[in-house]
């Protein structure tokens, strides 16, 4: 299925706001909490990993539901990465000696920063497939040339 609906600014905005709010807060918890700087990077790579392969991810789906042809053996590899980075962080925060409304944080924090992600690349594609330009980041800068 081919949507041709382009999300709405407010959407795209809220969607931004949410992954830089999620993000942010789950950094500041994890600098603030006291924990070694191994645990530190730990719960780091967790966070790292998981919207690298929940974006992966999607857009797998994303693709196969289009017609374009994906491997079993990528989208295998894919949903494996998904799974595993989400029981890292799990087995990683139950092993973790915090409070629990801090173990709660962290995983909200962490789900919110995942699904949020997901959320941005698909209002990225489906401004693409709208035909709307690209977000100015990823646009070709022209550079002028000096008459000599």
Same mark, same amino acid.
């Given at each position: 299925?081919? %949507?041709?609906?382009?999300?709405?600014? +407010?959407?795209?905005?809220?969607? +931004? /706001?949410?992954?830089?709010?999620?993000?942010?807060?789950?950094?500041?918890?994890?600098?603030?909490?006291?924990? =070694?700087? %191994?645990?530190?990077?730990?719960? *780091?790579?967790? &966070?790292?990993?998981?919207?690298?392969?929940?974006? $992966? &991810? =999607?857009?797998?789906?994303?693709?196969?539901?289009?017609?374009? =042809?994906?491997?079993?053996?990528?989208? *295998?590899?894919?949903?494996? !990465?998904?799974?595993?980075?989400?029981?890292? #962080? /799990?087995?990683?925060?139950? %092993?973790?000696?915090?409070?629990?409304?801090?173990?709660? #944080?962290?995983?909200?924090?962490?789900? *919110?920063?995942?699904?949020?992600?997901?959320?941005?690349?698909? %209002?990225? !594609?489906?401004?693409?497939?709208?035909?709307?330009? +690209?977000? +100015?980041? =990823?646009?070709?800068?022209?550079? $002028? $040339?000096?008459?000599?």
């Amino acid at each position: 299925m081919v %949507n041709n609906v382009s999300p709405s600014k +407010a959407y795209v905005a809220a969607t +931004a /706001a949410c992954i830089c709010l999620s993000i942010g807060a789950y950094l500041i918890g994890v600098w603030r909490s006291g924990m =070694q700087l %191994n645990e530190q990077g730990y719960y *780091l790579i967790c &966070l790292l990993f998981g919207l690298f392969s929940s974006v $992966t &991810l =999607q857009k797998v789906i994303r693709d196969k539901s289009e017609g374009i =042809q994906v491997s079993e053996k990528y989208r *295998l590899i894919t949903v494996f !990465a998904m799974v595993s980075s989400v029981a890292l #962080f /799990a087995i990683g925060l139950f %092993n973790a000696s915090m409070l629990p409304s801090e173990k709660g #944080f962290f995983a909200m924090a962490y789900i *919110l920063a995942m699904y949020s992600s997901i959320t941005a690349q698909k %209002n990225e !594609a489906d401004r693409r497939a709208c035909g709307e330009p +690209a977000q +100015a980041s =990823q646009q070709t800068l022209v550079s $002028t $040339t000096v008459e000599d």
